[in-house]
């Protein structure tokens, strides 16, 4: 099973910008789908961004779209999350994990009891 490992996060004021990296241990491609998830303090875990391993299309939720972009390097074996225009609503544990298309044809998790150590993103002047 191919291991996912966080990292990027850190502290950073309001409009201010971080890139997360997800590093696999084997091959994205063969994942198929993969995605970021964030997790806010009181908060459920929550799906941000998505992407196809094998064409790169990639799907946000609302309140990321326009400022948040999610990229693949296939030959690091690495996903990224380029986040810019930071706000403090944005602050929480972001993960990254394997995706599956569910019935009503969203994403969910395809791995749902098996997350990572996350990395702590927090927005604050």
């Known amino acids: 099973q191919v291991q996912l490992v966080e990292s990027g996060g850190g502290l950073v004021q309001p409009g201010g910008s971080l890139r997360l990296s997800c590093t696999a241990s084997?091959?994205?491609?063969?994942?198929?789908?993969m995605g970021w998830f964030r997790q806010a303090p009181g908060k459920q875990r929550e799906l941000v961004a998505g992407?196809?391993?094998?064409?790169?299309?990639?799907t946000y939720i609302r309140s990321v779209r326009d400022r948040f972009t999610i990229s693949l390097d296939n030959a690091k074996n690495t996903m990224y999350l380029q986040m810019n225009g930071l706000d403090p609503e944005d602050t929480g544990v972001y993960y990254c994990?394997?995706?599956?298309?569910?019935?009503?044809?969203?994403?969910?998790?395809?791995?749902?009891?098996?997350w990572g150590q996350g990395t702590q993103v927090t927005v604050s002047a």
């Open positions: 994990n394997v995706l599956k298309v569910g019935y009503n044809g969203a994403y969910e998790p395809a791995r749902p009891d098996f």
């Open positions: 992407i196809i391993t094998n064409t790169g299309r990639a």
């Open positions: 084997g091959s994205i491609l063969s994942l198929e789908h």
